[in-house]
Protein backbone atom coordinates (compact mmCIF):
# COMPACT_ATOMS: atom_id res chain seq x y z
CA UNK A 1 0.00 0.00 0.00
CA UNK A 2 1.46 3.41 -0.49
CA UNK A 3 3.31 4.81 1.83
CA UNK A 4 1.69 7.85 3.85
CA UNK A 5 3.65 10.90 5.19
CA UNK A 6 2.66 14.27 7.31
CA UNK A 7 4.83 17.08 6.20
CA UNK A 8 4.52 21.00 7.15
CA UNK A 9 7.14 21.81 4.64
CA UNK A 10 6.21 24.05 2.00
CA UNK A 11 4.72 23.18 -1.48
CA UNK A 12 7.80 24.70 -3.43
CA UNK A 13 9.71 23.58 -1.46
CA UNK A 14 9.34 19.50 -0.85
CA UNK A 15 10.75 17.24 -3.52
CA UNK A 16 8.22 15.43 -5.00
CA UNK A 17 7.66 13.81 -8.81
CA UNK A 18 3.99 15.48 -8.87
CA UNK A 19 2.65 18.16 -6.40
CA UNK A 20 -1.26 18.25 -6.03
CA UNK A 21 -3.51 21.27 -5.52
CA UNK A 22 -6.96 21.55 -5.03
CA UNK A 23 -9.11 23.73 -7.40
CA UNK A 24 -12.78 24.53 -6.30
CA UNK A 25 -15.78 25.56 -8.58
CA UNK A 26 -16.53 29.14 -8.46
CA UNK A 27 -18.94 31.49 -10.21
CA UNK A 28 -17.07 33.13 -12.30
CA UNK A 29 -14.31 29.86 -13.27
CA UNK A 30 -11.95 27.88 -10.95
CA UNK A 31 -10.95 29.12 -7.86
CA UNK A 32 -7.61 28.10 -6.34
CA UNK A 33 -8.04 26.38 -2.50
CA UNK A 34 -6.51 26.44 0.55
CA UNK A 35 -2.68 25.08 0.54
CA UNK A 36 -1.76 25.72 -3.03
CA UNK A 37 -0.94 29.66 -2.10
CA UNK A 38 3.07 29.27 -2.83
CA UNK A 39 2.01 27.25 -6.42
CA UNK A 40 -0.34 30.05 -6.98
CA UNK A 41 2.29 32.96 -6.27
CA UNK A 42 4.94 31.08 -8.66
CA UNK A 43 2.03 31.28 -11.57
CA UNK A 44 2.54 34.65 -10.96
CA UNK A 45 -0.83 34.57 -8.92
CA UNK A 46 -2.57 33.08 -12.56
CA UNK A 47 -2.67 29.75 -11.71
CA UNK A 48 -6.42 29.80 -12.13
CA UNK A 49 -6.63 31.44 -15.56
CA UNK A 50 -4.14 29.26 -16.78
CA UNK A 51 -6.68 26.17 -15.56
CA UNK A 52 -9.47 27.48 -17.33
CA UNK A 53 -7.14 27.87 -20.39
CA UNK A 54 -6.89 24.41 -20.15
CA UNK A 55 -10.28 23.90 -19.75
CA UNK A 56 -10.77 23.35 -16.32
CA UNK A 57 -13.81 24.06 -13.94
CA UNK A 58 -13.10 23.05 -10.26
CA UNK A 59 -16.18 20.28 -10.98
CA UNK A 60 -15.52 17.29 -8.97
CA UNK A 61 -12.75 14.73 -9.75
CA UNK A 62 -11.54 16.64 -12.49
CA UNK A 63 -7.91 16.06 -13.10
CA UNK A 64 -5.43 18.69 -14.78
CA UNK A 65 -1.63 18.34 -15.17
CA UNK A 66 0.37 21.00 -15.88
CA UNK A 67 4.48 21.78 -16.08
CA UNK A 68 5.26 23.32 -12.73
CA UNK A 69 6.74 26.90 -13.07
CA UNK A 70 10.34 27.74 -11.99
CA UNK A 71 10.09 27.83 -8.13
CA UNK A 72 8.51 24.39 -7.80
CA UNK A 73 10.77 21.84 -6.62
CA UNK A 74 8.17 19.45 -8.45
CA UNK A 75 7.95 18.54 -12.11
CA UNK A 76 4.35 18.76 -12.25
CA UNK A 77 1.49 20.02 -10.68
CA UNK A 78 -1.40 18.21 -10.51
CA UNK A 79 -4.74 20.41 -9.86
CA UNK A 80 -7.84 18.41 -8.84
CA UNK A 81 -12.15 19.15 -8.29
CA UNK A 82 -13.23 20.15 -4.91
CA UNK A 83 -16.51 20.69 -6.62
CA UNK A 84 -18.13 24.00 -5.00
CA UNK A 85 -16.80 26.48 -3.23
CA UNK A 86 -17.60 26.29 0.44
CA UNK A 87 -19.67 29.23 2.33
CA UNK A 88 -17.64 31.51 3.42
CA UNK A 89 -16.03 30.61 6.72
CA UNK A 90 -16.99 27.14 6.29
CA UNK A 91 -14.04 24.31 5.29
CA UNK A 92 -13.96 21.67 2.41
CA UNK A 93 -16.15 18.48 3.42
CA UNK A 94 -14.06 15.59 4.43
CA UNK A 95 -15.95 13.64 1.53
CA UNK A 96 -14.94 16.49 -0.79
CA UNK A 97 -10.82 15.84 0.35
CA UNK A 98 -11.35 12.64 0.18
CA UNK A 99 -12.98 12.23 -3.53
CA UNK A 100 -10.24 14.74 -4.64
CA UNK A 101 -6.91 13.30 -3.23
CA UNK A 102 -8.47 9.61 -4.04
CA UNK A 103 -9.10 11.43 -7.97
CA UNK A 104 -5.25 12.96 -7.94
CA UNK A 105 -4.23 9.07 -6.53
CA UNK A 106 -5.65 7.27 -9.21
CA UNK A 107 -3.46 10.00 -12.06
CA UNK A 108 -0.63 9.08 -10.68
CA UNK A 109 -0.15 5.98 -10.64
CA UNK A 110 3.01 4.61 -11.59
CA UNK A 111 4.67 7.39 -9.64
CA UNK A 112 7.27 7.42 -6.97
CA UNK A 113 6.43 10.14 -4.66
CA UNK A 114 3.68 12.93 -4.60
CA UNK A 115 3.19 15.76 -2.47
CA UNK A 116 -0.92 16.76 -1.80
CA UNK A 117 -1.56 20.68 -1.16
CA UNK A 118 -5.18 20.33 -0.27
CA UNK A 119 -7.06 22.47 1.90
CA UNK A 120 -6.07 21.54 5.97
CA UNK A 121 -7.36 23.45 8.77
CA UNK A 122 -7.00 20.21 11.01
CA UNK A 123 -6.72 16.85 11.72
CA UNK A 124 -9.87 15.61 10.34
CA UNK A 125 -9.08 17.27 6.71
CA UNK A 126 -5.77 15.60 6.85
CA UNK A 127 -7.43 12.04 7.64
CA UNK A 128 -9.70 12.28 4.96
CA UNK A 129 -6.94 13.20 2.42
CA UNK A 130 -4.90 10.10 3.77
CA UNK A 131 -7.67 8.03 3.37
CA UNK A 132 -8.54 8.98 0.03
CA UNK A 133 -4.93 8.73 -1.21
CA UNK A 134 -4.61 5.24 0.34
CA UNK A 135 -7.82 3.94 -1.18
CA UNK A 136 -8.05 5.92 -4.59
CA UNK A 137 -4.32 4.43 -4.84
CA UNK A 138 -5.56 0.74 -4.70
CA UNK A 139 -4.66 -1.18 -7.80
CA UNK A 140 -5.22 -5.05 -7.62
CA UNK A 141 -2.44 -6.88 -9.34
CA UNK A 142 -2.12 -10.07 -8.37
CA UNK A 143 -2.78 -12.04 -11.26
CA UNK A 144 -0.93 -9.32 -13.50
CA UNK A 145 2.09 -10.81 -15.33
CA UNK A 146 5.00 -10.00 -17.28
CA UNK A 147 3.99 -12.93 -19.81
CA UNK A 148 6.32 -15.79 -18.79
CA UNK A 149 4.44 -16.12 -15.79
CA UNK A 150 6.37 -14.27 -13.65
CA UNK A 151 4.33 -11.37 -11.33
CA UNK A 152 4.39 -7.96 -13.48
CA UNK A 153 6.37 -5.52 -11.61
CA UNK A 154 6.94 -1.48 -12.14
CA UNK A 155 4.94 0.75 -14.40
CA UNK A 156 2.14 2.73 -14.64
CA UNK A 157 -0.22 -0.06 -13.65
CA UNK A 158 1.53 0.38 -9.70
CA UNK A 159 0.23 2.31 -7.19
CA UNK A 160 1.52 5.76 -6.28
CA UNK A 161 4.57 4.79 -3.95
CA UNK A 162 5.04 7.41 -1.55
CA UNK A 163 2.13 10.69 -0.56
CA UNK A 164 3.16 13.34 1.60
CA UNK A 165 0.45 15.19 3.30
CA UNK A 166 1.41 19.14 3.11
CA UNK A 167 -0.27 21.31 6.17
CA UNK A 168 0.15 18.40 9.05
CA UNK A 169 2.07 18.19 11.70
CA UNK A 170 3.87 15.03 11.65
CA UNK A 171 4.55 15.58 15.43
CA UNK A 172 0.80 16.47 16.94
CA UNK A 173 -0.73 13.42 18.73
CA UNK A 174 -3.95 14.59 16.62
CA UNK A 175 -3.04 14.32 13.76
CA UNK A 176 -0.73 11.22 13.75
CA UNK A 177 -3.71 9.45 15.11
CA UNK A 178 -5.50 10.43 12.39
CA UNK A 179 -2.86 8.99 9.95
CA UNK A 180 -2.57 6.02 11.89
CA UNK A 181 -6.04 5.64 11.72
CA UNK A 182 -6.60 6.56 7.96
CA UNK A 183 -3.43 3.63 7.12
CA UNK A 184 -5.71 1.24 8.83
CA UNK A 185 -9.09 1.68 7.61
CA UNK A 186 -7.69 2.15 4.17
CA UNK A 187 -5.58 -1.66 5.02
CA UNK A 188 -8.76 -2.93 5.69
CA UNK A 189 -10.95 -1.51 3.00
CA UNK A 190 -8.22 -2.76 0.57
CA UNK A 191 -8.29 -6.21 2.11
CA UNK A 192 -11.89 -6.35 1.57
CA UNK A 193 -10.89 -4.93 -2.30
CA UNK A 194 -8.88 -7.95 -2.41
CA UNK A 195 -10.80 -10.65 -1.03
CA UNK A 196 -13.60 -9.70 -3.63
CA UNK A 197 -11.65 -8.94 -6.87
CA UNK A 198 -10.13 -12.75 -6.13
CA UNK A 199 -11.26 -15.24 -8.70
CA UNK A 200 -13.78 -17.93 -7.23
CA UNK A 201 -11.44 -20.88 -8.14
CA UNK A 202 -9.14 -19.27 -5.70
CA UNK A 203 -11.63 -18.14 -3.59
CA UNK A 204 -13.89 -20.36 -1.58
CA UNK A 205 -15.15 -21.41 1.61
CA UNK A 206 -12.27 -23.47 2.84
CA UNK A 207 -9.62 -21.00 1.64
CA UNK A 208 -11.45 -18.19 2.90
CA UNK A 209 -11.81 -19.76 6.53
CA UNK A 210 -7.97 -20.17 6.11
CA UNK A 211 -6.98 -16.44 5.20
CA UNK A 212 -9.29 -15.80 8.62
CA UNK A 213 -7.18 -18.04 10.23
CA UNK A 214 -4.08 -16.42 9.33
CA UNK A 215 -5.33 -13.14 10.09
CA UNK A 216 -6.16 -14.16 13.07
CA UNK A 217 -2.43 -15.17 13.70
CA UNK A 218 -1.44 -12.11 12.98
CA UNK A 219 -3.74 -9.91 14.58
CA UNK A 220 -4.62 -11.55 18.02
CA UNK A 221 -7.87 -12.79 17.00
CA UNK A 222 -9.80 -15.79 18.21
CA UNK A 223 -11.25 -17.92 15.39
CA UNK A 224 -13.08 -20.71 14.92
CA UNK A 225 -14.60 -22.61 11.94
CA UNK A 226 -16.86 -25.27 11.23
CA UNK A 227 -16.71 -27.05 8.40
CA UNK A 228 -19.04 -29.36 6.71
CA UNK A 229 -19.10 -32.07 9.12
CA UNK A 230 -19.90 -29.69 12.06
CA UNK A 231 -22.29 -27.56 10.01
CA UNK A 232 -24.30 -30.86 9.63
CA UNK A 233 -23.86 -32.02 13.13
CA UNK A 234 -25.24 -28.94 14.32
CA UNK A 235 -28.22 -28.72 11.86
CA UNK A 236 -27.04 -25.65 10.03
CA UNK A 237 -29.53 -26.65 7.54
CA UNK A 238 -29.67 -23.33 6.11
CA UNK A 239 -25.68 -23.28 5.02
CA UNK A 240 -25.62 -26.99 3.57
CA UNK A 241 -28.77 -26.59 2.21
CA UNK A 242 -26.61 -23.61 0.03
CA UNK A 243 -23.33 -25.10 -0.03
CA UNK A 244 -24.62 -28.86 -0.85
CA UNK A 245 -24.05 -28.37 -4.50
CA UNK A 246 -20.77 -27.45 -4.61
CA UNK A 247 -17.89 -29.57 -4.26
CA UNK A 248 -16.22 -26.66 -1.90
CA UNK A 249 -18.61 -27.13 0.97
CA UNK A 250 -19.95 -24.67 2.99
CA UNK A 251 -17.97 -23.03 6.43
CA UNK A 252 -19.36 -21.16 9.11
CA UNK A 253 -16.03 -18.86 10.46
CA UNK A 254 -16.03 -16.95 14.18
CA UNK A 255 -13.47 -14.27 14.12
CA UNK A 256 -13.75 -12.33 17.41
CA UNK A 257 -11.68 -9.17 18.39
CA UNK A 258 -12.17 -8.73 22.89
CA UNK A 259 -10.72 -6.08 24.74
CA UNK A 260 -9.89 -6.40 28.55
CA UNK A 261 -11.63 -3.21 29.16
CA UNK A 262 -14.62 -3.07 26.59
CA UNK A 263 -18.08 -2.91 27.98
CA UNK A 264 -19.90 -3.59 24.90
CA UNK A 265 -20.23 -6.16 22.37
CA UNK A 266 -21.07 -6.10 18.62
CA UNK A 267 -21.75 -9.18 16.14
CA UNK A 268 -20.83 -8.81 12.51
CA UNK A 269 -22.77 -11.18 10.61
CA UNK A 270 -21.57 -11.32 6.55
CA UNK A 271 -22.92 -12.84 3.41
CA UNK A 272 -20.10 -14.88 1.61
CA UNK A 273 -21.68 -16.78 -0.82
CA UNK A 274 -17.85 -17.22 -3.14
CA UNK A 275 -19.70 -17.63 -6.39
CA UNK A 276 -23.36 -17.64 -6.90
CA UNK A 277 -24.81 -19.19 -9.73
CA UNK A 278 -28.44 -18.95 -8.87
CA UNK A 279 -28.46 -23.24 -8.22
CA UNK A 280 -30.83 -24.99 -9.77
CA UNK A 281 -32.33 -21.74 -10.39
CA UNK A 282 -29.54 -20.65 -12.44
CA UNK A 283 -29.35 -17.03 -13.34
CA UNK A 284 -29.50 -15.98 -16.61
CA UNK A 285 -26.77 -15.26 -19.33
CA UNK A 286 -24.84 -12.10 -18.68
CA UNK A 287 -25.59 -12.25 -14.82
CA UNK A 288 -22.94 -14.38 -13.84
CA UNK A 289 -19.74 -12.96 -14.73
CA UNK A 290 -19.15 -10.76 -11.50
CA UNK A 291 -20.58 -13.25 -9.55
CA UNK A 292 -17.25 -13.39 -7.64
CA UNK A 293 -18.51 -10.60 -5.41
CA UNK A 294 -21.10 -12.61 -3.81
CA UNK A 295 -19.01 -12.53 -0.32
CA UNK A 296 -18.55 -8.72 -0.35
CA UNK A 297 -20.73 -8.46 3.01
CA UNK A 298 -18.86 -11.50 4.39
CA UNK A 299 -14.95 -9.58 3.06
CA UNK A 300 -16.63 -6.20 5.32
CA UNK A 301 -17.10 -8.11 8.55
CA UNK A 302 -13.65 -9.37 7.97
CA UNK A 303 -11.93 -6.48 7.27
CA UNK A 304 -13.99 -4.57 10.14
CA UNK A 305 -13.17 -6.91 12.43
CA UNK A 306 -9.02 -6.53 11.75
CA UNK A 307 -9.42 -3.10 11.53
CA UNK A 308 -10.41 -3.28 15.16
CA UNK A 309 -8.38 -5.17 16.58
CA UNK A 310 -5.56 -2.47 14.49
CA UNK A 311 -7.09 0.22 16.09
CA UNK A 312 -7.15 -1.24 19.72
CA UNK A 313 -10.81 -0.29 19.99
CA UNK A 314 -12.47 -0.95 23.79
CA UNK A 315 -15.11 -3.18 22.30
CA UNK A 316 -15.64 -6.32 21.53
CA UNK A 317 -16.45 -7.00 18.13
CA UNK A 318 -17.22 -10.83 16.56
CA UNK A 319 -17.49 -11.67 13.19
CA UNK A 320 -19.51 -14.28 12.04
CA UNK A 321 -18.35 -15.33 7.81
CA UNK A 322 -21.75 -17.36 6.67
CA UNK A 323 -19.55 -19.08 3.39
CA UNK A 324 -20.74 -21.53 1.07
CA UNK A 325 -20.77 -21.61 -2.90
CA UNK A 326 -24.43 -21.82 -4.57
CA UNK A 327 -24.33 -24.21 -7.43
CA UNK A 328 -26.30 -26.70 -9.59
CA UNK A 329 -25.84 -30.02 -9.62
CA UNK A 330 -27.12 -33.68 -8.55
CA UNK A 331 -26.98 -32.56 -4.86
CA UNK A 332 -28.14 -29.17 -4.96
CA UNK A 333 -31.11 -28.01 -3.41
CA UNK A 334 -33.96 -28.12 -5.21
CA UNK A 335 -36.70 -25.53 -5.47
CA UNK A 336 -39.72 -26.99 -3.45
CA UNK A 337 -37.64 -28.40 -0.97
CA UNK A 338 -37.35 -27.89 2.71
CA UNK A 339 -34.95 -26.67 5.35
CA UNK A 340 -34.24 -27.23 8.90
CA UNK A 341 -32.65 -24.00 9.73
CA UNK A 342 -30.00 -24.12 12.93
CA UNK A 343 -32.81 -22.14 14.51
CA UNK A 344 -35.25 -24.94 14.33
CA UNK A 345 -37.53 -23.00 11.86
CA UNK A 346 -38.43 -24.89 8.47
CA UNK A 347 -37.87 -22.93 5.23
CA UNK A 348 -39.15 -23.69 2.03
CA UNK A 349 -37.25 -22.80 -0.64
CA UNK A 350 -39.04 -21.44 -3.59
CA UNK A 351 -35.83 -20.02 -4.88
CA UNK A 352 -32.58 -21.34 -4.67
CA UNK A 353 -31.33 -17.76 -6.13
CA UNK A 354 -31.93 -16.37 -2.67
CA UNK A 355 -29.80 -18.13 -0.85
CA UNK A 356 -27.73 -15.36 0.68
CA UNK A 357 -30.64 -15.11 3.10
CA UNK A 358 -30.35 -18.73 4.03
CA UNK A 359 -26.56 -18.31 5.03
CA UNK A 360 -27.54 -15.09 6.87
CA UNK A 361 -30.19 -17.21 9.35
CA UNK A 362 -27.82 -19.70 10.67
CA UNK A 363 -25.21 -17.29 11.41
CA UNK A 364 -27.83 -14.65 13.00
CA UNK A 365 -29.14 -17.31 15.08
CA UNK A 366 -25.48 -18.78 16.21
CA UNK A 367 -24.48 -14.82 16.82
CA UNK A 368 -27.95 -14.55 18.70
CA UNK A 369 -26.93 -17.38 21.10
CA UNK A 370 -23.69 -15.08 22.50
CA UNK A 371 -26.29 -12.36 23.29
CA UNK A 372 -24.41 -8.98 22.05
CA UNK A 373 -25.52 -5.89 22.51
CA UNK A 374 -26.09 -5.43 18.54
CA UNK A 375 -25.95 -7.57 15.41
CA UNK A 376 -25.51 -5.58 12.15
CA UNK A 377 -25.46 -8.04 9.02
CA UNK A 378 -24.08 -7.40 5.35
CA UNK A 379 -24.87 -8.51 2.31
CA UNK A 380 -25.21 -8.19 -1.69
CA UNK A 381 -28.61 -9.57 -1.00
CA UNK A 382 -31.05 -8.23 -3.66
CA UNK A 383 -31.39 -6.71 -7.07
CA UNK A 384 -34.40 -4.97 -5.65
CA UNK A 385 -31.92 -2.61 -3.03
CA UNK A 386 -30.29 -1.89 -6.47
CA UNK A 387 -33.31 -0.53 -8.61
CA UNK A 388 -34.32 0.75 -5.32
CA UNK A 389 -31.19 3.11 -4.45
CA UNK A 390 -28.74 3.00 -7.25
CA UNK A 391 -25.69 1.37 -7.82
CA UNK A 392 -23.64 3.69 -4.70
CA UNK A 393 -25.91 3.24 -2.09
CA UNK A 394 -26.72 1.02 0.09
CA UNK A 395 -30.28 0.44 2.34
CA UNK A 396 -30.20 0.46 6.36
CA UNK A 397 -33.25 -1.95 7.62
CA UNK A 398 -33.40 -2.49 11.01
CA UNK A 399 -35.83 -3.58 14.33
CA UNK A 400 -35.09 -0.43 16.05
CA UNK A 401 -35.72 3.03 14.45
CA UNK A 402 -33.20 4.72 16.43
CA UNK A 403 -30.25 2.11 15.22
CA UNK A 404 -31.18 2.39 11.85
CA UNK A 405 -30.98 6.23 11.77
CA UNK A 406 -27.54 6.20 14.25
CA UNK A 407 -26.02 3.53 11.55
CA UNK A 408 -27.67 5.95 8.62
CA UNK A 409 -25.73 8.89 10.15
CA UNK A 410 -22.66 6.98 10.53
CA UNK A 411 -22.51 5.68 7.38
CA UNK A 412 -22.82 9.55 5.96
CA UNK A 413 -20.05 10.10 8.48
CA UNK A 414 -17.85 7.36 7.17
CA UNK A 415 -18.11 8.69 3.57
CA UNK A 416 -20.73 6.14 2.73
CA UNK A 417 -23.83 6.65 0.80
CA UNK A 418 -27.24 4.86 2.65
CA UNK A 419 -30.20 5.43 2.89
CA UNK A 420 -32.69 4.38 6.02
CA UNK A 421 -35.37 1.68 4.51
CA UNK A 422 -38.59 0.34 6.11
CA UNK A 423 -39.95 -2.80 7.06
CA UNK A 424 -43.41 -3.20 6.64
CA UNK A 425 -45.57 -5.93 8.49
CA UNK A 426 -48.17 -6.67 5.95
CA UNK A 427 -45.14 -8.00 3.45
CA UNK A 428 -44.22 -10.50 6.08
CA UNK A 429 -46.87 -12.49 5.09
CA UNK A 430 -46.48 -13.16 1.68
CA UNK A 431 -43.63 -15.53 2.87
CA UNK A 432 -46.55 -17.27 4.51
CA UNK A 433 -45.57 -21.35 3.23
CA UNK A 434 -48.76 -24.49 2.86
CA UNK A 435 -45.66 -26.55 3.96
CA UNK A 436 -43.04 -24.73 6.15
CA UNK A 437 -42.92 -22.27 9.02
CA UNK A 438 -41.71 -19.65 6.00
CA UNK A 439 -40.69 -19.69 2.91
CA UNK A 440 -37.54 -18.06 1.64
CA UNK A 441 -39.52 -15.16 -1.43
CA UNK A 442 -42.68 -13.16 -1.27
CA UNK A 443 -43.90 -11.03 -3.51
CA UNK A 444 -42.47 -9.56 -6.22
CA UNK A 445 -42.42 -6.08 -5.29
CA UNK A 446 -40.43 -4.86 -2.64
CA UNK A 447 -38.08 -7.87 -2.69
CA UNK A 448 -35.34 -5.75 -0.30
CA UNK A 449 -37.66 -5.06 2.11
CA UNK A 450 -39.12 -8.74 2.72
CA UNK A 451 -35.37 -9.81 2.31
CA UNK A 452 -34.57 -8.09 5.62
CA UNK A 453 -38.20 -9.80 7.02
CA UNK A 454 -37.15 -12.75 6.52
CA UNK A 455 -33.45 -12.18 8.22
CA UNK A 456 -35.89 -10.45 11.01
CA UNK A 457 -37.19 -13.85 11.96
CA UNK A 458 -34.11 -15.54 12.55
CA UNK A 459 -32.49 -12.71 14.77
CA UNK A 460 -32.75 -13.16 19.06
CA UNK A 461 -35.78 -11.71 20.79
CA UNK A 462 -34.79 -8.36 22.79
CA UNK A 463 -31.75 -8.07 20.09
CA UNK A 464 -30.65 -4.75 18.18
CA UNK A 465 -30.48 -5.94 14.78
CA UNK A 466 -30.11 -3.82 11.44
CA UNK A 467 -29.06 -5.34 7.95
CA UNK A 468 -26.91 -3.91 5.23
CA UNK A 469 -28.09 -4.94 1.72
CA UNK A 470 -24.78 -3.51 -0.20
CA UNK A 471 -25.72 -4.67 -3.65
CA UNK A 472 -25.51 -1.52 -5.35
CA UNK A 473 -21.97 -0.30 -3.99
CA UNK A 474 -20.27 -3.52 -3.06
CA UNK A 475 -18.74 -3.98 -6.79
CA UNK A 476 -18.60 -1.30 -9.27
CA UNK A 477 -18.83 -1.90 -13.20
CA UNK A 478 -18.17 0.96 -14.75
CA UNK A 479 -14.93 3.70 -14.84
CA UNK A 480 -13.33 4.35 -11.49
CA UNK A 481 -14.21 7.63 -9.44
CA UNK A 482 -12.90 9.76 -6.73
CA UNK A 483 -11.13 7.10 -4.42
CA UNK A 484 -13.84 4.20 -6.01
CA UNK A 485 -12.33 1.46 -7.96
CA UNK A 486 -13.12 -0.19 -10.39
CA UNK A 487 -14.57 -3.86 -9.56
CA UNK A 488 -14.53 -4.78 -5.68
CA UNK A 489 -14.94 -1.26 -3.28
CA UNK A 490 -14.97 -2.34 0.18
CA UNK A 491 -18.47 -1.35 1.23
CA UNK A 492 -19.63 -1.26 4.72
CA UNK A 493 -16.24 -1.85 6.11
CA UNK A 494 -15.49 2.33 7.10
CA UNK A 495 -19.18 2.45 8.38
CA UNK A 496 -18.84 -1.32 10.37
CA UNK A 497 -15.15 0.72 11.75
CA UNK A 498 -17.10 3.95 12.72
CA UNK A 499 -19.71 1.77 14.32
CA UNK A 500 -17.39 -0.13 16.66
CA UNK A 501 -16.10 3.50 17.41
CA UNK A 502 -18.68 4.96 18.28
CA UNK A 503 -19.87 1.84 20.36
CA UNK A 504 -16.24 1.91 21.99
CA UNK A 505 -16.91 5.72 22.69
CA UNK A 506 -20.18 5.38 24.65
CA UNK A 507 -22.61 7.29 21.78
CA UNK A 508 -24.63 4.32 21.30
CA UNK A 509 -25.99 3.92 24.82
Known sequence: MTALTLSTSSAATLRADALVVGVAKGPKGPVVAPGADAVDQAFDGKLAAVLETLGATGDEGEVTKLPAPAGIKAPVVVAVGLGGVPAKGDGYEGEALRRAAGSAARALSGTKKAAFALPVTGAEDAAAIGEGVLLGAYAYTAYRTDGNGKAAKGGKSEPLAEAAILGAKPRDKAFKAAAERAAAVAAEVNRARDLINMPSNDLYPASFAALAQEAAKEFGLKVEVLDEKALLKGGYGGLMGVGQGSANLPRLVRLAYTHPKAEKTLALVG?????????????????????????????????????????????????????????????????????KMYSGKTVEVLNTDAEGRLVLADALTRASEEEPDAIVDVATLTGAMVLALGDRTFGVMANDDAFRTALYEIAEEAGEQAWPMPMPAE????????????????????????????????????ITWAHLDIAGPAFHESAPFGYTPKGGTGSAVRTLVRLAERTAEGDLG
Open 271 to 339: KGITYDSGGISLKPAGHNETMKCDMSGAAAVFAAVVAAARLGLKVNVTGWLALAENMPSGTATRPGDVL
Open 427 to 462: LRKTMDSPVADLANMGVRNGGGLIAGLFLQEFVGEG
